[in-house]
């Protein structure tokens, strides 16, 4: 075999072993579906307010400790650290959590330690009792059970 020759077989080998990398790293960090024992049920989602909307549920205890804090202030009505921000209407520009009359959503900070200002983590509130969690700023929606 010609040194060529070796030389453009060794360079189809490593490309052959790179995608095939890629591809086997790809599965392993995005399962198809998650574990049945971690998956919620179909019943549980509907016990969560807002467990329909088709956004994950996730523990109020797993989403960081400002958030427990700031959803007891919301539950015991304040005092809020941004008196002119916390409590008022959020208006679902992003279009992320279900689409509702004006004046359905409230909004509050989840300060952000080290931050100099009010952040980006919001609890959002519903009429309905639900509570979701975004950790930048409405890009993203988690809902949140309060009970665990």
């Given at each position: 075999?010609?040194p060529?020759?070796?030389?453009?077989?060794?360079?189809?080998?490593?490309?052959?072993?790179?995608?095939?990398?890629?591809?086997?790293?790809?599965?392993?960090?995005?399962?198809?579906?998650?574990?049945a024992?971690?998956?919620?049920?179909?019943?549980?989602?509907?016990?969560?307010p807002?467990?329909?909307?088709?956004?994950?549920v996730?523990a109020?205890?797993?989403?960081?400790?400002?958030?427990?804090?700031?959803?007891?202030?919301?539950?015991?009505?304040?005092?809020?650290?941004?008196?002119?921000?916390?409590?008022?209407?959020?208006?679902?520009?992003?279009?992320?959590?279900?689409a509702?009359?004006?004046?359905?959503?409230k909004?509050?900070t989840?300060?952000?330690?080290?931050?100099?200002?009010?952040?980006?983590?919001?609890?959002?509130?519903?009429?309905e009792?639900?509570?979701f969690?975004?950790?930048?700023?409405?890009?993203?929606?988690?809902?949140?059970?309060?009970?665990?």
């Amino acid at each position: 075999m010609s040194p060529g020759r070796r030389l453009t077989v060794a360079l189809v080998g490593l490309i052959a072993l790179v995608v095939v990398g890629w591809f086997v790293k790809d599965t392993a960090s995005n399962p198809e579906a998650p574990p049945a024992s971690t998956a919620p049920s179909a019943s549980r989602l509907a016990e969560v307010p807002g467990g329909k909307s088709g956004l994950d549920v996730q523990a109020l205890s797993k989403l960081p400790a400002e958030a427990a804090k700031t959803w007891k202030l919301i539950e015991s009505k304040g005092p809020f650290p941004y008196p002119r921000n916390d409590g008022v209407t959020f208006q679902n520009r992003e279009k992320r959590l279900p689409a509702k009359e004006s004046g359905y959503y409230k909004e509050y900070t989840v300060p952000t330690p080290g931050s100099p200002d009010r952040g980006a983590r919001r609890i959002v509130t519903g009429s309905e009792e639900e509570v979701f969690y975004t950790g930048d700023h409405y890009s993203t929606f988690v809902v949140v059970d309060v009970t665990k």
